[in-house]
C-alpha cells in the first residue's frame, strides 16, 4: 500500500465516523422529539402512525404487491409520517 492510498483509507475512515456520528446526533434528536409526543398525546400518534401505515399497505396490495412488501412500504410511510409529525410538534 503506498502513501496515498494510506491517506485516501484514512480520510474515507474519517468520513464515515463523521456520517455515523451526524446520524447518531439526529436520531437521538427525532427519537427524543418522538418520545416526548407519544408521552404528550398517545392517541394522536397512535393514529399519526396507524392511519398513513394502513393506507399505504392497502394500496401496495390493491396494486398487487406481495403482503411482506406492502407491510413493509405501510411500515416505513407510517413511521415517517409520524416522525415527521413528532419533531414539529414534539
Same mark, same amino acid.
Given at each position: 500500500m503506498s502513501g496515498g492510498s494510506a491517506v485516501l483509507w484514512t480520510l474515507l475512515a474519517l468520513a464515515v465516523l463523521a %456520517?455515523? #456520528?451526524f446520524?447518531?446526533?439526529?436520531v437521538k434528536f427525532v427519537a427524543n422529539a418522538a418520545v416526548k409526543y407519544s408521552r404528550r398525546k398517545p392517541v394522536q400518534a397512535a393514529a399519526f402512525f396507524a %392511519?398513513? #401505515?394502513?393506507l399505504?399497505?392497502?394500496t401496495a396490495?390493491?396494486?398487487?404487491?406481495a403482503?411482506?412488501?406492502?407491510m413493509v412500504i405501510g411500515l416505513v410511510?407510517?413511521?415517517?409520517?409520524?416522525l415527521l409529525v413528532a419533531v414539529e410538534l414534539g
Open positions: %456520517v455515523i #456520528g446520524l447518531a446526533i439526529v %392511519v398513513p #401505515g394502513a399505504s399497505t392497502f396490495t390493491f396494486f398487487h404487491v403482503l411482506v412488501p406492502a410511510a407510517g413511521l415517517s409520517v409520524f
